[in-house]
């Protein structure tokens, strides 16, 4: 199995990498193939909030206006590395931050723990799979491993690609693993739970993944024989689509064998 993926350039998994393929097979075979899109403003108000929030987490003494300077230079700095993005929405994003970072701060303000580290990386084995899988959490702490999502609305359950996330780094530091979902008005900090059947999930998608790798050494031929992309789906970025254009001729909808 191991070989299949390094045909394929993969020397190791990640948990976006079983996520992507889960969600949008086409996608992430394209992406595995070495073609980028850019991330968009939601994506960089999220990496934004979760530098902020790792540094009030280890000094709760400093204040909201400093992390939401801190979040809102990582945000441009993350706009600055696309081209194309909508410029209504980055604005409507980047004028969310201080709420979030009220909210945010006031949650981590309130463990009453400091971490043992931010933004750190794992590795670890899943089944019987020689690829590893490397991945970075954002807080650990002695007994749980912590995860920031910034999201639109309070939620109430975990989503199965976060908990598959967080299973993965609950699994290579042996810690509880906890979803804490950032609104701009509240957090909810959920355990995952039944972890081994989350890891069987992964497990079984890594070899879904590594059969249709097996079908050529050509990943793009992989994908244009073995899946149809969805290109209405909102994760397609305009440099994506017009890559998926080409290759599976959505055009005129014939695919040549």
């Known amino acids: 199995m191991n070989?299949?993926?390094?045909?394929?350039?993969?020397?190791?998994?990640?948990?976006?990498?079983?996520?992507?393929?889960?969600?949008?097979?086409?996608?992430?075979?394209?992406?595995?193939?070495?073609?980028?899109?850019?991330?968009?403003?939601?994506?960089?108000?999220?990496?934004?909030?979760?530098?902020?929030?790792?540094?009030?987490?280890?000094?709760?003494?400093?204040?909201?206006?400093?992390?939401?300077?801190?979040?809102?230079?990582v945000f441009e700095e993350q706009k600055s590395y696309s081209d194309e993005f909508d410029e209504v929405k980055a604005d409507?994003?980047?004028?969310?931050?201080?709420?979030?970072?009220?909210?945010?701060?006031?949650?981590?303000?309130?463990?009453?723990?400091?971490?043992?580290?931010?933004?750190?990386?794992?590795?670890?084995r899943i089944g019987n799979f020689k690829t590893p899988f490397i991945g970075y959490f954002d807080l650990l702490y002695e007994n749980?491993?912590?995860?920031?999502?910034?999201?639109?609305?309070?939620?109430?359950?975990?989503?199965?690609?976060h908990c598959r996330q967080a299973s993965i780094y609950a699994h290579a530091l042996e810690r509880d693993a906890f979803i804490d979902n950032v609104t701009t008005k509240d957090v909810t900090s959920l355990q995952v739970t039944n972890i081994a059947h989350w890891l069987r999930q992964v497990e079984h998608a890594t070899l879904t993944l590594n059969n249709v790798l097996s079908f050529s050494d050509d990943t793009i031929e992989?994908?244009?024989m073995l899946t149809y992309p969805n290109v209405d789906d909102w994760i397609w970025s305009h440099e994506m689509k017009k890559v998926a254009t080409e290759i599976w001729r959505l055009d005129d909808g014939i695919i040549e064998s």
């Open 3 to 73: 070989e299949v993926f390094e045909k394929h350039g993969i020397s190791y998994l990640s948990p976006s990498t079983i996520n992507g393929w889960i969600y949008s097979p086409s996608l992430q075979l394209l992406r595995i193939a070495g073609y980028k899109d850019h991330a968009g403003p939601s994506a960089w108000r999220g990496t934004a909030i979760d530098r902020a929030i790792g540094e009030v987490a280890f000094n709760k003494k400093l204040s909201d206006e400093h992390l939401t300077k801190i979040a809102e230079t």
């Open 92 to 124: 409507k994003e980047k004028t969310a931050i201080p709420k979030y970072i009220k909210s945010g701060a006031e949650f981590y303000r309130s463990i009453d723990e400091e971490p043992q580290a931010k933004q750190g990386k794992i590795t670890t």
């Open 144 to 161: 749980e491993v912590r995860d920031t999502k910034t999201v639109g609305r309070t939620v109430s359950r975990l989503t199965q690609a």
């Open 222 to 224: 992989c994908a244009r």
